[in-house]
């Protein structure tokens, strides 16, 4: 086997993250250290710690970044409540049912941050669905559930609670169904077998889990500046306003390294916890847990009415604020967040197909979306061959560094290449927006080719093989037809991740190009009508189309399997 084949079908991933992932890192750590924030400043100055010195001696940042921490905590903490009950339900469905009960996460998932936070706001409204519902009962109006912290932490888990469910999902699944039975035979309820064998063995699950949505929700903006209303403010608002409004981008990478050092720092203590309570999984002696006697028939009581109620929640939280948001695109109302339905109308729709507002956002969505995937496809299928099928020493750390923007503050990435834009500034924002996609997509897009690779039949191309054919006939007659379904499904989930962007993507566009999630993201912070509920709608049977078309060629539990 030639050795530098793997090195060699490496090479093309690892030379576009270079440039477009660490260049743009390594620029946000040489911004921190400038003195003083000069947009015409070279890079390279004499380092200071001065950005650090500002940060720390203001109260005013030194709130925001403890009171980011404190949302960031309780998204985590509430996402993991909420996700135990949806990720044990689709665990123990029959396998058959599995792929419909995805969609339940996956829909809202790849579905626009800015519309998912259109529909909590259209909840949480003092006219919305919470406040007419009890209203029925005859129960006082909350009318202060919006612009608070309240709010941003259900927006966020909103968004950010299927990653946890999925984590959780990963590790519930696999438990053998023995082991239940052994439990069971031994008498334990249902309840006990959460506690001693499922709630244990989903440990690793919830570790990942937690980091994840801890990393995420501590640098996200979109939901806390559509539901905070400027009355609740975390290290992501801080960092945009800094970068775009004020210009001061030394002092927003500065605050965007702090948060991403606080996301690492919440990493390291997560693990080290949670792995003292996993001794078992590294050969070493777990310690019983004596559980007191009044435990198990308190959790046969309450357990099936607890898990049911947040079972409800958790469905509800993900589907609720996205079907207000389509009966919102057809209500005769002239602002968007005004919650009660006023009477029918196909004005808004209208005005979007015939009248064509918002086109040339969409269409510039789509031209960037679609070349983001084919660049993220050109680089990552050599990469998932080379994963898969040509080892080479460093195999593994490399793969780590793919993967790395998956769990690094997009923020960061955003004022890195700002900067790098400002200096090199032949470069058209339509360049450096597409290379800071294809980092978004590549990650996915090399674990899902990889595992297409892996189950790829050798026999067929040893068989043609042995009957002439030689690499190139073997690779388009036998390879590539073999590759379509994961191609198909990578390229699905490439083109809604990429038309989605909102984080990243804010920072870098121009009075010409503006993408459709940022316009919407724009005008939602100001005043919207509803022809964003109407255009959100499209979007969201879009999502729904495209996952249905992934499910003709690959389950939709076995993508995330890939």
Do not use: C
């Not at 808004?348 to 197909?353: D, G, H, N, R, T």
């Not at 026999?459 to 198909?488: D, T, Y």
Request: charged share 10%; no cysteine; net charge positive.
């Amino acid at each position: 086997m030639r050795k530098w084949l793997g090195p060699a079908l490496s090479a093309p991933v690892t030379i576009w993250l270079a440039f477009a992932f660490a260049a743009p890192l390594l620029a946000v750590v040489m911004l921190s250290l400038h003195e003083y924030s000069d947009p015409f400043a070279p890079l390279l100055q004499v380092p200071s710690l001065q950005q650090f010195i500002d940060i720390a001696s203001d109260s005013f940042y030194y709130k925001v970044v403890f009171e980011t921490i404190w949302l960031s905590l309780l998204v985590t903490l509430v996402s993991a409540l909420l996700g135990y009950p949806v990720a044990f339900w689709i665990a123990r469905l029959p396998v058959k049912y599995r792929a419909l009960a995805f969609s339940i996460i996956l829909i809202p998932l790849l579905t626009n941050v800015v519309v998912r936070s259109l529909g909590i706001i259209l909840l949480l409204s003092p006219d919305g669905l919470i406040n007419t519902v009890i209203g029925w009962f005859g129960i006082p109006s909350f009318n202060k559930m919006l612009f608070n912290q309240g709010a941003v932490v259900v927006a966020l888990v909103q968004v950010f609670m299927p990653f946890m469910v999925l984590a959780l999902y990963d590790n519930l699944q696999n438990t053998s169904p023995r082991i239940h039975e052994a439990a069971e035979s031994l008498g334990a309820s249902p309840a006990m077998r959460f506690l001693t064998v499922d709630l244990p063995l989903s440990l690793p699950g919830l570790k990942s889990g937690m980091i994840i949505v801890f990393l995420m929700a501590s640098t996200s903006y979109v939901s806390a500046v559509m539901l905070g209303g400027k009355k609740v403010w975390t290290t992501g608002m801080l960092v945009l306003q800094e970068a775009m409004q004020n210009l001061n981008t030394s002092l927003a990478a500065a605050l965007a390294l702090i948060m991403t050092a606080t996301g690492l720092i919440f990493a390291v203590l997560a693990t080290l916890a949670l792995n003292r309570m996993m001794g078992w999984r590294h050969g070493g002696k777990s310690r019983p847990l004596a559980i007191p006697r009044f435990v198990e028939p308190l959790a046969n009581i309450a357990g099936p009415i607890v898990s049911k109620l947040l079972f409800a929640a958790a469905v509800g939280l993900l589907l609720l604020p996205l079907f207000l948001v389509a009966v919102q695109s057809f209500n005769n109302v002239e602002l968007a967040t005004a919650a009660g339905f006023r009477g029918f109308t196909l004005r808004w729709y209208k005005e979007i197909f015939i009248n064509g507002y918002y086109t040339d956002s969409f269409l510039i969505s789509v031209k960037l979306a679609l070349v983001s995937l084919l660049v993220s496809l050109i680089v990552a299928v050599p990469a998932a061959f080379a994963l898969a099928r040509f080892p080479f020493k460093g195999r593994s750390a490399l793969l780590a560094f793919w993967l790395l923007p998956l769990s690094l503050p997009h923020v960061a990435l955003g004022v890195g290449m700002l900067k790098l834009l400002q200096i090199y500034i032949a470069i058209p924002p339509f360049i450096g927006l597409m290379a800071i996609h294809v980092v978004v997509i590549l990650p996915f897009a090399i674990t899902l080719l990889t595992a297409s690779v892996l189950g790829l039949d050798h026999s067929q191309e040893e068989a043609a093989a042995s009957l002439g054919a030689n690499g190139m006939k073997r690779f388009f007659l036998i390879i590539v037809p073999g590759l379509m379904p994961g191609l198909f499904a990578t390229s699905i989930v490439g083109f809604l991740l990429s038309f989605d962007e909102v984080t990243v993507t804010s920072f870098l566009t121009t009075a010409r190009m503006t993408t459709l999630p940022v316009r919407l993201y724009a005008e939602a912070s100001f005043e919207l009508r509803p022809t964003a509920h109407a255009l959100s709608t499209v979007l969201i049977l879009l999502t729904v189309i495209m996952l249905a078309l992934v499910g003709r060629f690959v389950r939709l539990d076995r993508l995330y399997a890939r």
